[in-house]
């Protein structure tokens, strides 16, 4: 049954060592929670980016949350590069694991179906090959003979992500965000922040559910209005494109990350 928690219980549901896989920035991403977890002083998180992260994660890696980082890349947009990102990848402050987006949808999807790997194509002649040696390539064992690549299942120990809204049994409105499907399908537990609870039942009729996830697949949620801020929340607010290139320019050095952590977390706190 899926609990509706306040976001300081939502965020001690994270631990160290765990699993964290996040968002595409624009797709629902839990900054109000984020802000929650750093305030616990986290460590030694995997964070896996679904199949991208920008914003999220670059504050994660500057707190020094993340010990490794599994993505396709991580960027600010509009706003340039991710500057804790990129200072982390300069130092080894974490394990890095390259990846590209089919390959980790493929991976959570082996998760989803309960297999240990899912073939791709596509990555032959790469050279992630020689940075992944997890990653395999075998002989296909039907159809033509050819080469494929196979990556191994990837089931987060925790998914987190922010929607518009939930009802009070735990059903999750995500729209055409079907990505958050997959997070919630391949992950151990789902955690998730909304903008409000709903009293009507959000699978009442075949053209609400369409959009829904079921509660099912979530564990806990907590109401945290503007809960992606700054960034984007489809059909609730556009991104705070000059908030999020005041954080690339002060990100720069670690006096100024610093600086900027201490006023994000303090404007969560005066939010919630």
Known sequence: ??????????????????????????????????????????????????????LQADLLIGAGCVASLETSAVSL????????????????????????????????????????????????GSDLLNV????????????????VVVVPAISPDVALFHAPEADRAGNVRIGRHRELADLAYAAKRTLVTVERIVDRNLLESEDSAAGVLPSLYVDAIAVAERGAWPLALWDEYPADEAEIARYAAMARSEDGFRAYLSAFLTHRKQVA
């Open 1 to 54: 049954m899926t609990e509706i928690v306040g976001l300081e219980a939502l965020a001690a549901r994270v631990g160290p060592g765990q699993s964290l896989a996040i968002p595409v920035d624009g797709s629902g991403v839990a900054m109000a929670a984020t802000a929650a977890i750093l305030e616990t002083g986290i460590s030694d998180l995997k964070l896996i980016c679904v199949p991208i992260s920008g």
């Open 77 to 124: 947009g509009e706003a340039g590069g991710a500057p804790r990102f990129t200072a982390g990848v300069k130092s080894g402050a974490f394990t890095m694991r390259d990846s590209t987006c089919p390959a980790i949808y493929a991976g959570l999807l082996a998760a989803q179906k309960g297999v240990p790997f899912m073939p791709i194509a596509g990555i032959i």
């Open 132 to 147: 992944r040696p997890d990653w395999q390539v075998i002989d296909s064992p039907v159809g033509e003979a050819r080469k």
